[in-house]
């Protein structure tokens, strides 16, 4: 049974950070690629940002270019979202999913971003 578990949202003020992470379990998580979006009250999911299986290749919704830094630790079977210079319409649930067939989501973690 594949499980993702997202943590280290929370409240912070804008210009602040987040280390964000996501722990799989349940699946060869080496071998998948993996992306994280975010939904944010009353709006569509949105992509964020992917990383490929190695690390080799990452790519970033032009939102957060240049602020967010997605990495991932195959031996921790660890994704993370590292958020830099946070603004208030970063404000959303972030999930973490994989690029399987069907996609595997977790529960999300809360970002709040205060202005």
């Known amino acids: 049974q594949v499980q993702l578990v997202e943590s280290g949202g929370g409240l912070v003020q804008a210009g602040g950070s987040l280390r964000l992470s996501c722990s799989a379990s349940?699946?060869?998580?080496?071998?998948?690629?993996m992306d994280w979006f975010r939904q944010a009250p009353g709006k569509e999911r949105e992509f964020v940002a992917t990383?490929?299986?190695?690390?080799?290749?990452?790519n970033y919704a032009d939102s957060v270019k240049g602020r967010f830094f997605i990495s991932r630790d195959n031996a921790q079977k660890t994704v993370y979202l590292q958020m830099n210079s946070l603004k208030p319409e970063d404000t959303a649930v972030y999930y973490c999913?994989?690029?399987?067939?069907?996609?595997?989501w977790g529960q999300g973690t809360q970002v709040t971003v205060s202005s």
């Open positions: 999913c994989t690029q399987t067939v069907p996609k595997y």
């Open positions: 990383i490929n299986w190695n690390s080799a290749i990452k």
């Open positions: 349940g699946l060869a998580f080496s071998t998948h690629n």
